[in-house]
């Protein structure tokens, strides 16, 4: 089982790209330890700005900072960072197209037991709908490392959500497919597409190979790319396969799965199923548990999967 | 050198014009900014059309981005843009809209929603320290603005990080788009709630070019804290039937007040050349 965290990962590749670079600038809001960050601060010190307990402030100073040539990173819990600065996100970052790559900690119910105050269950929802605004969720460790090394190199607004815990590998040392803004196939497959975001990839490869089991052939993409979404993998997905699902740790309001709907629906219209999280408070419990309650899981996608299938038949 | 006292009752009769026009705009609030503006933008900020991207220039925003009239009027004095431009102020597809934005020359951050310039401005404090560059960062707020909680996660900022070279002003003119500051949401006691966060405070008729001159000047040479300049002013500062009145805080001129402020604007004009 990976021990390292996705925000770990960030946090290396600063490391590794700060000491050459020396705009890259990292800020944080009191969240240096969860953002796993306290090694750039210290590494550093020059490069980094503590803003305090101010979320709002956390992304305009960024926006200020990038204004004048600087690569910002700004980490703080996605819960905070993407509703409550999230005029900062949209004016002083999105509207004013500034450097500055938003980096939404610990998301969607990754503190768990902490309550609605800490989930970011509509952090897509609110950050996909602004011009200019990307949004990325990466499934591991491997693709988040390939995803920040490509963020480097442009000069663009984008949001990053990660969660808190590290999460089995996806992929493999030395073999990470990654083309940017392409969703990733995990796997072929020719009976029903997943598509999935973030977490809830290894989720579905895992299900592809239950389902591979029981004879049916899953497709599984990885789409990172929230936004801008790969809309010719999902228009393939369902010329190809009889029905898709979506999977993300996410409001079912908005998200990715509301994006593949749309696309499907407009040009190659299939059954589409969204697992997601519940338009409530989740129950309390660690992720996972709150995953497996609502069937956000292997076991939820197979059994979507199999009667998605009979009802074609 | 030329007479900006002329100039400031000039600027003021294009922003008149552009608003007449395009029946849309925030007379009140230009009028009580406008010699705040000239002040920066012609004697003491380092900018110009011919070093827009010199990375040594010095920063602007214009948080109360609202007073967009003023500002347009001044860029285009300058030379960031034709005044032939701002005809279009407003206008069906026009890049000129109610309120800053930087795809338009010499405007370097969108603004409009109140409570962003100074926390902003103080990212781009932060970067002129870390570059050791020698660039000055500016922005002007409104009273009414200082409700805007971000404004005091901004003031902290440049406090705990010393920034002095960083200059805020707030343009005081008393009056919001309810009414009186005082009534809406207490103002007064800026100078204690400032200088609490770590500032210097410097008080100025922000309608008087020579204070606002001298103000500048001793902000420039505070070592140490980032300084704040209240700039007492009279919203609609020029036209006498407009002055501090609420109500023209976005109204429009009728075809006879136009004239007549227009008027007054080119005696007062007149006077200040003399």
């Known amino acids: ?313 | 050198m030329e007479n900006l006292k002329a100039k400031a009752f000039e600027l003021r009769k294009d922003i008149w014009k552009m608003i007449y026009r395009a029946k849309t705009g925030h007379v009140g609030g230009d009028f009580s900014v406008c010699d705040i503006l000239i002040s920066l933008y012609y004697k003491h900020m380092n900018v110009s059309p011919d070093k827009m991207n010199d990375p040594n220039r010095d920063r602007f925003i214009l948080s109360k981005g609202h007073s967009v009239e003023a500002y347009y009027s001044v860029l285009a004095d300058r030379g960031f843009f034709p005044k032939e431009d701002l005809e279009t102020f407003s206008q069906y597809k026009s890049k000129y809209i109610g309120h800053p934005n930087n795809k338009i020359n010499g405007i370097e951050m969108n603004s409009g929603s109140l409570g962003h310039g100074l926390a902003v401005a103080v990212g781009m404090a932060l970067a002129g320290k870390m570059d050791k560059a020698n660039y000055r960062v500016y922005t002007v707020m409104g009273d009414g603005e200082l409700a805007e909680g971000s404004v005091w996660e901004g003031a902290m900022a440049a406090g705990h990080y010393k920034l002095d070279n960083l200059t805020a002003v707030i343009d005081r003119n008393r009056l919001q788009i309810s009414g009186s500051t005082e009534d809406v949401m207490s103002q007064d006691s800026q100078d204690e709630r400032w200088k609490s966060f770590g500032w210097h405070v410097i008080h100025a008729n922000g309608n008087d070019l020579d204070e606002l001159d001298a103000a500048f000047t001793l902000a420039k040479n505070t070592k140490g804290k980032p300084t704040m300049i209240i700039a007492e002013t009279t919203k609609g500062y020029g036209i006498s039937f407009i002055e501090n009145k609420a109500a023209w805080h976005h109204k429009v001129a009728t075809a006879e007040e136009f004239e007549a402020g227009l008027s007054e604007l080119e005696r007062r004009r007149l006077m200040a050349n003399e």
């Open chain 1, 1 to 313: 089982m990976n021990k390292i965290a996705n925000r770990q990962v960030i946090c290396d590749v600063l490391i590794e790209k700060a000491k050459e670079d020396k705009d890259i600038v990292v800020l944080c809001s009191d969240s240096r330890g969860s953002a796993s960050l306290a090694e750039f601060a210290s590494t550093y010190p020059e490069q980094f700005v503590e803003v305090g307990i101010a979320e709002q402030n956390l992304v305009s100073i960024s926006a200020g900072l990038a204004k004048c040539g600087k690569k910002s990173f700004a980490a703080s819990p996605a819960c905070f960072l993407s509703t409550r600065s999230m005029e900062q996100c949209k004016v002083d970052v999105a509207y004013s197209n500034t450097n500055v790559k938003l980096i939404g900690i610990s998301g969607g119910v990754s503190y768990g037991a902490l309550g609605m105050t800490h989930h970011s269950a509509q952090d897509i929802a609110a950050l996909a709908s602004i011009p200019n605004m990307r949004v990325y969720l990466p499934s591991d460790r491997l693709q988040t490392r390939a995803l920040i090394e490509n963020l480097l190199k442009d000069e663009k607004p984008a949001y990053i959500r990660v969660g808190r815990n590290p999460v089995e590998d996806v992929y493999e040392e030395g073999n990470v497919p990654f083309k940017m803004d392409e969703a990733t196939v995990v796997s072929e497959g020719s009976d029903v597409t997943i598509i999935a975001s973030g977490e809830m990839v290894k989720a579905a490869k895992d299900a592809a190979a239950e389902l591979k089991d029981s004879g049916i052939s899953a497709r599984v993409l990885d789409m990172y790319c929230v936004k801008p979404i790969d809309e010719a993998a999902v228009i393939k997905a369902a010329k190809e396969t009889k029905a898709i699902i979506t999977i993300e740790e996410h409001s079912g309001i908005g998200g990715m799965g509301s994006m593949v709907s749309q696309i499907v629906a407009a040009n190659e219209p299939k059954k589409v199923i969204n697992l997601s999280l519940p338009d409530e408070p989740v129950i309390t419990g660690k992720s996972q548990e709150v995953f497996d309650y609502y069937a956000l899981n292997a076991a939820g996608i197979v059994k979507t999967a199999m009667e998605l299938i009979k009802n074609e038949e």
